[in-house]
């Protein structure tokens, strides 16, 4: 019998996961839906269905927290997924002595999430461990959504020349979160955890057909999700660094703990690959919304396939490698 | 080594503390590494630690010499 | 706005020209290492132009050793501070990643807050560092003291530069023509912390512009053939430095011989723990053992530090050691000369 263990590298999104993932979980589950590992599974009867778990600490953070975070994930997961988010159900796992008034605020913005993103909590589940179970409180949910008819991601359709585009600012939900764990806060200091409905609206309403593939960029950040959306397209893709929007308050944070925003989480953007005459009304239909001001292109689609390169702000072109692990606060 | 940052100082606290800012984000920072300060200097900030001051007039000086330069040059 | 690239490629290939010779500079700062690589500024120098790594990256040059001892007192239930940077490290048998207890903090008050508020549990601080995070560190001791945080203490290797400088300008296999002094260490040491070396030198800062108006002055002092150092930081770096924090440092740590990965030995290359301050001293306080890690086989960091050998002359460069799978220091910390290197290399589109 093995006595290999499960550390926290195998949390960690890198190397480590995936490794994970492909011999305990694609090994017995990797047949039907759950094959390529899509952001939401597409089911017969045109349903769309995702989950997702919330383990972060702090619990609050300017701009959200656990619970809000826990209606937004899911729903934009489903949202990435082509579908229109209907139905959430909401499992808890509460550590023993965990205070009911903080639970409470939790729940109140569980309840505020959903009404925002318009959907139900219609099941759930609730299970206390003992002391030391849990760190304070997990939070699971899982979505249902209904396909939406004028789009599906479609990553064959990729072609040299198709922009790459984002609704906002980057690296606020993972800045923000190392802000709060280390006393950093400031008005611009602010997650940017919402949900993806308006942007997916905005987008869909003005060129549907243009939209070829969308996809939420949380853990490892932009960085991450271009490389992952690459590998296995037929096509390569090149950011532009000096391209790359980021909110002055953010600039700042990531010079103080040295941290490159390109590869920390958001939770309230999404990457779209669209194509080029699709890319400018996209873009002007996301400036229109309320916070659209960071809206951007940020690269195009390029002929080598799976090839993610970064041209620098001082000239240079160099390929994207994306950090293992999360990015945490250097002084060096 | 030092990633550090140059941050305005809005509050001074007690104990040689103060609140610094810099494009609308704070933090408190420990001031004791300098001899005096006020509200509206400018200090590098490195873990928490103001370890230098600023000045900005030199700040600007250099960006009269670099401009200048260029002007040489081209 | 653009950035005037030709300006620049054009004022430094005049530079070099009137030099008429190969020449070999060094930076000595991993945030220089870090911008220099991010920035592509090596495309702008001249081939005549080499600009090496040395050893800037406080934690490339500490050794494993250092991080054995952090590992060894987790184990015995101290929580151990430690900053991002040394996370990953790699010490002789694996990194703090995963150790129970550990603390990842951005400012040396969090953990001496958080011993404070914890009376019952033991916790260390583990920090290595130049002038800038030394000078955080002697008033982290102060305040321990002022505080009476009888459970805190500090576990470090701080490195001193200054003798490191005058070995490398001596270095016959180094052969070097000048220095790119590091801006923050200067906040602290001012002008006169560099003074007397036999190298010309410029202090410089970290934005692209101001590290290629640095390069360029080094070239026309090395064409002068005259060792002055220039300050071209001089918004925060002054002559005499900040006298506030080295009067701190000088009260709680006294200069030492010291192991820098790659120079061996280095009398007066590190900063130790005074005596009075022994009892915040984690290495005295916790009976540490000091292990002389084993370098890995195959790795040449030491030589990489000291800039005999450039990152992709490593025969492990990407084969063997990349970010993913480092064998040494210099991959793993993200300002190592060989992690930047790699990170940022130039590819053709």
Known sequence: MSKEIVTMAHGGGGRAETELIEKEILSRFGDGPLAGLPDGA?????????????????????????????????????YMAGGAPRYLSLSLIIEEGFPREELGRILDSVAAAAKMCGVTIATGDTKVVPRGGADGIYLNTAGIGVKDSRWTPDRSRFRPGDRILINGGIGEHGMAILAARHGIGGEGVVSDCAGLGPSVEAALAVAPDAVKFMRDPTRGGVGAVVQEMMSGSPAGAELREADLPLRPAFRALSGMLGIEPL?????????????????????????????????????????????????????????????????????? | MCVALPMKIIELQPESHGKVEYDGMERRVNLRLLKECGIGDYVLVHAGFAIEKVDRDKAVEQLRLLQELKQEFS | ????????????????????????????????????????????????????????????????????????????????????????????????????????????????????????????????????????????????????????????????????????????????????????????????????????????????????????????????????????????????????????????????????????????????????????????????????????????????LRGALTPEECPLFGRGCTPAHPVGACMVSGEGACAAAYRYREVAS
């Open chain 1, 42 to 78: 597409q089911l017969p009867g045109g349903l769309v269905f995702s989950t997702d778990s919330f383990v972060v600490t702090p619990r609050f953070f300017p701009g959200g927290d656990i619970g809000k975070l826990a209606v937004c994930g899911t729903v934009n997961d489903l």
């Open chain 1, 263 to 332: 590869f920390v989480a958001c939770e309230g953007r999404m990457v779209t690959v669209a194509d080029a005459d699709g890319a400018e009304a996209i873009l002007a239909a996301w400036r229109n919304l309320p916070g659209g001001e960071f809206a951007a292109e940020i690269g195009e689609l390029t002929e080598t396939p799976g090839r993610v390169t970064l041209r620098g702000e001082w000239g240079g072109r160099r390929l994207l490698i994306v950090p293992d692990g999360e990015q945490l606060p250097r002084i060096c």
């Open chain 3, 1 to 304: 706005m653009h950035p005037p690239i030709s300006f620049w490629s054009g004022a430094l290939c005049a530079a070099a020209a009137r030099l008429g010779r190969p020449v070999r500079l060094m930076e000595v700062c991993g945030s220089h290492s870090f911008a220099a690589a991010k920035f592509g500024l090596r495309s702008l120098l001249p081939d005549s132009v080499r600009l090496l790594s040395g050893p800037g990256c406080p934690v490339c040059v500490s050794g494993p050793g250092f991080i054995d001892r952090a590992i060894a007192l987790s184990r015995r239930n101290v929580r151990v501070a430690v900053f991002g940077d040394l996370l990953r490290i790699p010490g002789s048998e694996g990194t703090l990643q995963g150790e129970a207890g550990l603390m990842v903090i951005y400012s040396p008050e969090e953990a001496l807050d958080y011993a404070v508020a914890h009376p019952d549990k033991e916790v260390v601080l583990a920090a290595v560092g130049f002038e800038p995070t030394l000078s955080a560190g002697a008033a982290i001791l102060e305040l321990a003291a002022e505080r009476n945080a009888a459970n805190f203490s500090l576990l470090c290797d701080f490195k001193r530069i200054r003798p490191v400088l005058d070995l490398l300008a001596a270095d016959s296999g180094t052969r070097l023509d000048g220095f790119l002094l590091p801006g923050h260490v200067g906040s602290v040491v001012g002008e006169t912390g560099f003074a007397g070396l036999a190298l010309p030198g410029v202090i410089s800062g970290f934005s692209a512009e101001n590290m290629l108006h640095s390069i360029l002055l080094l070239l026309q002092s090395v064409e002068k053939g005259c060792p002055a150092v220039i300050n071209n930081y001089p918004e925060v770096v002054e002559a005499s430095g900040n006298r506030a924090a080295l009067a701190m440092i000088e009260h709680c740590f006294e200069p030492g011989p010291s192991e820098w990965r790659g120079m061996g030995n280095v009398p007066g290359g590190g900063w130790l723990i005074r005596p009075e301050f022994a009892r915040f001293d984690a290495a005295k306080r916790f009976d540490l053992p000091f292990s002389a890690a084993r370098e890995p086989a195959g790795c040449r960091c030491g030589e990489v």
